[in-house]
Each structure stands twice: as C-alpha cells, then as structure tokens.
C-alpha cells in the first residue's frame, strides 16, 4: 500500500523547467535511493514529497496522518536547550506520563486520595512500560554517541554547535522520533566513517519508509532496496542497491539504443521506398506506408550527461622509495600528541587510505608529509626524485580572488585557447572560465583544484577528501582514473567504494596509534574481525597473518623493533583485562536482567494487593534497576566492537 503517490509533477523557476512529468509511488518500508547529477533537482523533489514546496503542475498524495522527517543538507536548530535537552523533547508524551506517575505517588500517600490514585496508577504505569518510559534517555544516549557526539557535547547549548553538528543533531531528533516516512538528503556529509556505519546499520533495521540522496555508493547497497534517477527532467524507477542500479541501467541504455538503431533504419527504409514508388505503379503502397509512418511513436535518442574527461599521469620517475618515517609523532606545536606512527615505507606504486575518526589528525598528517606542518617529535622524509600533488579537503589552495582561467594558468603557462580546451574537459565551458573561484559551488570547486592536479604532473598523490561535493558520475570517473595511476597515492577518505577499487593499504589511526593493514577496505574489515574474534576467544595479539607489520606491509626493513616488543606486551596486558572486565560485564548484566523480571512479578503483585507504598518503591527500583542495565549494555556493546 503507497503512502505517498505523485502524478505528472513537473517543478519550474521561471523559464527553467527542473524536471517534468515525474510521476512515483512510496509504500511502506520502501528504502530508496533519489540519484542524479548535481542540479538536476533532488533536493526539490524532496521538498515536494515533504510538502515543503508546491509543484508547477501535478499533485502529490500523502497518507492520512502520515508522519514525515525531512533532514537538509544544511539543518537550522535555533534552540535555547542543550543537545540533549532538545532530544528530550520528541519523548513530551512519555515525560509527560512519568510526571503524571509522579504526581499520583504523591496522591497515594494521601489517605483522602489513595484508593482513586492507586487504580489509576496501575493503569499508568502498564501505560508508560509498553511505551518504553525506562528506556528512552538510554535511547537518546545511543543515537547521539553513534552519530558521534562525545558525553561532553551532549551537555552544550545548541547555539554554540557548528552548522555540520546542527545538521547531526537534527538527523539525531528525526531517528528518535521515528516518523513513517524519513527523507534524507545527504546524511552522511558531516558523518565520520564510524557514524557513517553506526547510520547505515540503523537504517538498514528502519521500520519505516526512506528516501534517501547521498553520494556515497557504499552507504547506499548497505541501505537501499529500490534506485530513483533522476535525469533530463525524468524519474526512472530500478530495483536493487546501487550496485544493481549501476548493472541494470547500463542494460537499460544499451538496449533503448539498440531500439533507437532499429527504429531509425527501419525509417530510412521506409522513407527510401516512398520516395522511390510514391510516384510510380506502387502508389498506393507507398502511402499506405506514409500513413504507417506518420503514426509511428519516435523513439528517443537515449542521452548521457556530459562527463568530466580527467586524466592524471606523470612522466616522472621517482625512487623505490616514495616516504620514510622515524618515530613521528603527529601534532600541533604546542599542543598534545594526536597520534604516534610505527616506523613507515610507503613504496613506489602503493595506494594507501588512511582511515581514522573526525579530528584524529589525518589532514595534520598530510600537511606533516608534505612540509606544511612540523612533527611533534621525529621525521617525516619523501624520497628522492618524488614531486607530489596536493589535493586539499577544504580547497584550500584555491584563491578565491581569481578567476577560473587565472588559477589555472598559475599551475601552467598555457596559450588561452589550449586552457580553455582544458578546462572544458572539466565542464567548465564559455563564460564560466571567468567565474570568480569564491562564487563557485563545492562541486565545482572539486573540478578545479582536480584540473589543477592534473596539470602537476606528480608521482605521489596526498588527496583529502577527493570525491568530496562531486556526484555519482564523477566519483567513477576518478575512481577510474586514480587506479590507472601509475605513481603513488596516499589517500583520506570517507568514501569505501573508492577505498575498496584503489588501496592496496589501509593505515587506520586507532586509540592514538597508526595501525597498517594490508588489502583495501574489505580485507581491513575481515582483519579487524578476526582480531576482534581473537580477542574475544583470548588469543592475545595480532599475528602476521592478522596484520602484524611486516615489509609487505609498510614498516622498514628491519623487524620488530623494541618499541614493537613493548607494544606486544602492553597489549597483551590489556587484552587479558579487557576479558576480565568483559566476564564481569556479563555476570552484572545477567544478574541485573533476573532482578528486573523479578521486579515486573512484584510489581503485579503490589497492584493486585493494592499496596500503594509498595507500587511506588518497585516503580523507582523498576527503573533504577532498567537504567543501570541498559547502561551495562551499551558498555558491553562498545567493549564488543572496540
């Protein structure tokens, strides 16, 4: 059954036509993903199913009573509360319950009132039990810890909170609130890669219904089950994750071509054998012919959106060795440590991600390597003959002042026509080339600082956040171009998809130590699950075959050193704790879990018995009891993944 059902929508801003004759059905559970070139109108569409904006033409039909979250890219929480505060307020009802059970203790203890507050607070408190009363700021806590807001921040007014937290927290109040129907439009943007899962992994348990638009493709197999795109002013419906919207519209394509090819020599045909009879002893068969033809539906030629023509190579040769590290410690002067690395040789033709949590220090070890920040302690050295390409996170190296044309001429000296050939190979064409860099969307701004690189001629590419405000298309295309690269890449990323199809490393900052796994992403999730698997069954550290640095791996040719030895026994050490408290975890949890059962059977018994002091002492102890066990939970939770 729909619950949202639109027909012939067609969305225009004054001569521009956004998309047209859009017609859709969402049903209940549907997962969605909403894809498309930067521009062609996502962002609207949601706003048109969320009721936020009207349509030209069509109409769209919702559900009654049907709820809808809708979070933008860019959320405004304008808000006296704290963080938390604010997400106590989509649980008024149950609070408003919990204080109605309060008021009735105290009526109870009242011998005038006792006997009317003594039935209805049974019926209440069955009430606010089903309702999950015990557990909701347990709820809250999870939801924000796994969109990655520390305790601290919980407890901070929401003023203070910058646009990207803003944007987490609203995300944060619509999960809680758990409408029917969530549309999310670039969830993951302010998202670490541990957020990321945690969201993905909630979504993918989501009862209810989603529309999604987001960039990431690992994200959306994880998430969805059906593919809108949304192309040329039209809406195509695919079933499947990406990956099986990515298969089935390349088929999809290559037939409606073939369809097209057929069509049009079967008219050239045709129209030959008009032209040849029309006048001759076949007259009438030749306009019976015309008339079959001038009722013929024309096919449409399928199109493609133009796509960015990037190529990035080098002439360059450099040594074997691309970056050697010694006892590097990274950080701001003065300021504390944000991680320490092993002794590491990044060789020619490696790909390394380089994985960690938001703030961890990944750029600051970028900028470290390239001379832009100095270490906290030991070195960082490139090798000899290495030339390397910088391509920032925040565009950084883009002048703002200047115009398309001129930052790019600043990179080379080339005759104007030539760079401007160039340039439209990044879809920069006619006046666009004299746009103001400041005036320049975030997409586009990726395009240039990527033309920019190309023109470099590099060896070793240090890219921050690369597919960053690109679309779809654009990811692949540099997906593709980044792994016929024939230098060395040192990459940070959110992006899995790209991490999985390029590195041949993955070095993850972890608890302030870099750790160096070797494979791509997936064969750095099954280590980091065996290791997990290991620790839990007490079979102490990781071995070679777990990831244990070796030379294949990135360290220097030397073996383990003292310092590897020390860090074997500490680790050993803290496993062998981490099991103890892990056993004690489960013992309280276990004995927490009997004593709230015991609590439910006494809590009927006291209702039945009428026992109005009673009836309040095991609701206290009730939630008390609920409370502690649920926070053991989630602490036994964490210890799980860590």
């Not at 050939?421 to 400041?438: A, E, Q």
């Amino acid at each position: 059954m729909s619950i949202v059902a639109a027909n012939e929508l067609a969305k225009s801003y004054g001569a521009q036509d956004v998309f047209w004759d859009v017609s859709l059905q969402i049903a209940r559970g549907d997962k969605i993903a909403l894809v498309g070139r930067n521009g062609t109108g996502k962002t609207t569409l949601l706003r048109i199913i969320a009721g936020l904006e009207t349509p030209t033409a069509g109409r769209v039909h919702r559900a009654r009573s049907l709820r809808i979250g809708y979070l933008p890219q860019e959320a405004e929480l304008s808000s006296q509360r704290t963080l938390y505060e604010e997400m106590l307020t989509v649980f008024a009802d149950l609070r408003a319950q919990q204080a109605e059970l309060r008021r009735l203790e105290q009526q109870m203890a009242d011998p005038t009132q006792r006997e009317g507050a003594l039935e209805r607070y049974g019926e209440e408190l069955h009430a606010f039990e089903l309702a999950g009363g015990y557990r909701y700021e347990n709820k809250i806590k999870q939801v924000l810890a796994g969109l990655g807001f520390p305790e601290e921040e919980q407890h901070q007014p929401l003023s203070i909170l910058s646009g990207g937290q803003k944007t987490r927290a609203l995300l944060a109040r619509l999960l809680l609130s758990e409408p029917d129907l969530l549309l999310l439009d670039e969830p993951t943007n302010h998202l670490d890669l541990a957020a990321t899962q945690w969201l993905e992994e909630h979504l993918a348990n989501w009862k209810g219904s989603l529309v999604v638009v987001a960039h990431d493709r690992y994200f959306l197999d994880k998430v969805v089950g059906r593919v809108w795109e949304l192309a040329f002013g039209r809406l195509e419906d695919y079933p499947g994750n990406y990956s099986r919207y990515s298969t089935l519209r390349v088929e999809r394509m290559e037939r409606r071509l073939a369809e097209y090819e057929a069509q049009q020599k079967y008219i050239e045909k045709t129209e030959d054998f008009i032209r040849r009879y029309m006048a001759g002893q076949r007259t009438k068969e030749a306009q019976g012919r015309q008339k079959r033809l001038d009722r013929l539906p024309r096919l449409e030629r399928p199109r493609e959106a133009k796509r960015i023509s990037l190529s990035i190579g080098t002439d360059l040769r450099g040594g074997d060795l691309v970056l050697a590290t010694e006892d590097l410690t990274i950080g701001y002067q003065p300021g504390p440590s944000l991680f320490t690395c092993p002794d590491l040789c990044l060789r020619r033709g490696q790909r390394v991600a380089l994985l960690g949590p938001n703030g961890s220090g990944k750029t600051t070890f970028l900028k470290t390597v390239i001379g832009e920040v100095s270490p906290l302690a030991g070195l960082a050295q490139i090798g000899h003959n290495v030339k390397f390409g910088y391509l920032a996170q925040g565009h950084e190296g883009l002048d703002k002042e200047n115009t398309i044309l001129n930052e790019l001429l600043e990179v080379r000296n080339l005759p104007l026509e030539k760079a401007r050939g160039f340039l439209g190979r990044f879809l920069f064409s006619g006046d666009d080339v004299f746009k103001l860099v400041g005036d320049l969307s975030g997409g586009e701004r990726s395009r240039l600082a990527l033309a920019k690189l190309t023109l470099e001629g590099a060896n070793f590419l240090l890219l921050d956040e690369p597919t960053i405000h690109l679309d779809i298309a654009s990811q692949e295309i540099l997906e593709e171009v980044l792994t016929d690269f024939d230098g060395t890449i040192l990459l940070v990323s959110h992006d899995r998809y790209l991490i999985n199809a390029l590195a041949t490393q993955v070095w993850a900052i972890e608890d302030g130590e870099l750790q160096v796994y070797d494979g791509n992403f997936s064969d750095y999730q099954e280590q980091r699950s065996k290791e997990q698997e290991a620790r839990d069954k007490g079979l102490g550290t990781r071995d070679k075959g777990l990831g244990t640095r070796d030379k294949g791996l990135g360290t220097r040719d030397k073996g383990l050193g003292t310092r590897d030895r020390r860090q074997e026994a500490r680790g050993r050490k803290q496993e062998a704790k981490g099991r103890e408290q892990g056993a004690k975890l489960e013992e309280d949890i276990a004995s927490l879990e009997a004593r709230l059962a015991a609590l439910g059977e006494e809590l009927v018994a006291a209702s039945v018995a009428q026992d109005v002091e009673g009836l309040r002492e095991l609701g206290l102890e009730y939630q008390r009891v609920d409370e502690e066990l649920q926070r053991l939970l989630a602490q036994w939770a964490e210890a799980g993944v860590a």
